[in-house]
Every structure is written in C-alpha cells, then in structure tokens.
C-alpha cells in the first residue's frame, strides 16, 4: 500500500471511527465520490442493510446530469437520497464524508439533502 493511500485508510477511519460514536442507534449516510461520479447511501449499521442509495449512474440521473463531476449534480443525487430515505421511513442520519474534506461537491449532496429534509 502507497503512502497515500495508507493516508486515505487512515482518515476515513478515524471519521467513521468518530460518526458511529456519535450515531446513538441513527442510520449512517455514506457518500463516495470517484473522480467521474458521486454515490451516496443511507446505511442501518445496526443491521447491516442499505436503506437508500442514490448515485449519478441512477437511470433516473443519467438524463438529468449530464456529468457526474459537478456540484448540480452531487445536489440533485443528496435530493434523490433524501427522497428515498423518506420512503424508507428515515427522517435522522449521520453524515459519513469518508476521508473527504467538507467542501465541493461532498457539500453540495449534504446541503440538498437536508433541504430535501434529512436532519444531520
């Protein structure tokens, strides 16, 4: 394993080391993001199941968002997200950014999700 990613491995533990301290029995929402596309879920680490997911490869998103690598797009897949976790019946999250710094588009898909009315 590379410096880097030994970096990488490191700080996304450390950040979900943090978020399940903190969780208190509430879901986990995970967002992943590649260099072509971000993709978000809503996990129940108490069970170990997907609640909600939602990504920029979704069929529905493909004629929406042309590019998966944009702000616009990371905020309608948060919105996607958020909608279906509604369905699920999940009002209540903690944000799992991974070892990604709060900022572009990891932002944006957190904003529009809370508009789109998760509370984290």
Do not use: C, W
């Amino acid at each position: 394993m590379t410096k880097n990613l030994k970096g990488i491995a490191r700080r996304k533990g450390r950040t979900r080391f943090a978020v399940k301290a903190s969780a208190h029995g509430r879901p986990r929402l995970s967002v992943f993001r590649s260099g072509r596309h971000i993709y978000a879920q809503v996990i129940s680490d108490a069970e170990g199941k997907t609640l909600a997911a939602a990504s920029s490869m979704d069929e529905g998103m493909k004629a929406v968002a042309k590019k998966g690598t944009t702000k616009d797009t990371a905020a309608k897949v948060g919105k996607l997200l958020a909608e279906r976790a509604g369905k699920a019946g999940v009002k209540e999250v903690v944000f799992d950014r991974g070892s990604y710094i709060y900022h572009g588009r990891i932002k944006a898909l957190a904003d529009a999700a809370r508009e789109a009315g998760l509370s984290f």
